[in-house]
């Protein structure tokens, strides 16, 4: 098969033939039909987010694609089914607390490097092999380059249900006007939130979002100021904040991740999802004395669990999640560094570059 190769951090990827995977028992073997590109991979394919990927490596995070061979213990999936390949990989030998990888993108510990050591190559191929658990039928129609965002927006679906939204609830979405902040905007108010308040430091991504989603959404525009930027955040909610999820990037300074937290009630839920500190600088802290007299609930989420895979795919599916709007740019396997490229300068709210393999 043909795959595009990460062989060194800073290198650009080579695209050639390298040997056809070979699925055994507990996996499918799928035909890649599309793979987003996310904005930041040229950062981490250059090494400055410093996954841990160990190249040689067919990278990738999750795709849509095709099943062109299934297990003896798969007892649903069928050859030629559409299948979403989810790329959270977890082990099976911890029901409790499993080793977790992403496939083909990132890993968490020692026991997750091990099981990407397994599981290592990703969808920049023209075939993956996935386990038979990561594979979810999509409706027969669906088109799959614009499905491919299913990888964007399973991310803060995830986080909303950590937070336990619930329909009518306001929620504040911390990092609104990026990749991922944007699609937690659309899922949130996909999933039944009354009201969500967007801050953020692009008025003309806020002026978007205020278009498309009318009423329901409230923008704020940041100036950098914390005690200003959380006292006008408390009062664009009118009325108390119950969630705050927060999707800010590395760069961003956790001065302005405590403006948002800080603007949830008591008894509210705060949901941590973002990459502030990664990269250096200050951590994130918040007072003790606030969180407890307050009752507060601070949780960390990476990724989301299996069953998100599921309730996403019938967000989308029943129309409750819209994809039509959203800006889909493909490249073929030939042009990946260009894909890489494009991706980096258009990373704004719902622009999706997507990867076609089998183009």
Same mark, same amino acid.
């Given at each position: ?54 190249? =040689? ?192 990037? =590395? ?37 003790? =004395? ?66 076609? =393999?089998?183009?």
């Amino acid at each position: 098969m043909r795959a595009a190769t990460l062989t060194a951090f800073g290198s650009p990827l080579v695209v050639g033939e390298v040997p056809d995977p070979e699925a055994g028992t507990g996996e499918v073997l799928v035909e890649v039909l599309a793979t987003g590109v996310p904005p930041y991979a040229a950062e981490v394919f250059g090494g400055e987010r410093r996954y841990p990927l160990e190249p =040689p490596v067919v990278p990738g995070v999750g795709g849509i694609g095709r099943v062109a061979w299934v297990g003896p213990d798969a007892t649903k999936l069928k050859v030629g089914d559409l299948v979403w390949c989810d790329s959270t990989v977890r082990a099976r030998d911890d029901a409790l607390t499993p080793d977790i990888t992403l496939q083909g993108w990132s890993s968490r510990g020692e026991g997750g490097a091990r099981l990407s050591r397994y599981l290592h190559d990703g969808p920049f191929a023209e075939l993956m092999r996935v386990p038979t658990e990561n594979a979810y039928r999509l409706p027969p129609g669906a088109e799959a380059a614009r499905w491919s965002a299913l990888g964007v927006h399973t991310i803060p679906y995830g986080g909303l249900l950590a937070g336990r939204l619930e329909a009518g609830e306001t929620v504040l979405i911390s990092g609104a006007t990026g990749n991922l902040g944007s699609s937690a905007v659309a899922v949130a108010l996909a999933m039944g939130a009354g009201h969500v308040v967007a801050p953020g430091r692009n008025r003309a991504v806020l002026d978007l979002l205020a278009d498309r989603f009318g009423p329901r959404l409230t923008p704020v525009e940041l100036t950098g100021d914390e005690d200003a930027d959380r006292t006008a955040m408390t009062a664009a909610a009118d009325g108390p904040i119950d969630l705050v999820l927060d999707l800010l990037p =590395p760069r961003a300074p956790s001065t302005a991740a405590r403006a948002a937290a800080m603007t949830v009630r008591e008894y509210g839920r705060v949901v941590l999802m973002g990459g502030v500190g990664m990269l250096g600088g200050a951590d994130f802290a918040l007072p003790y =004395p606030w969180i407890m007299r307050n009752s507060v609930t601070v949780r960390g989420q990476w990724m989301y669990p299996r069953t998100a895979n599921t309730g996403m795919i019938r967000l989308v599916a029943t129309g409750a999640l819209d994809l039509a709007p959203e800006r889909v740019t493909r490249f073929d396997l030939d042009q990946v560094n260009e894909a890489i490229t494009w991706a980096a300068a258009h990373g704004g709210p719902f622009d999706r570059t997507v990867l076609v =393999p089998g183009a």
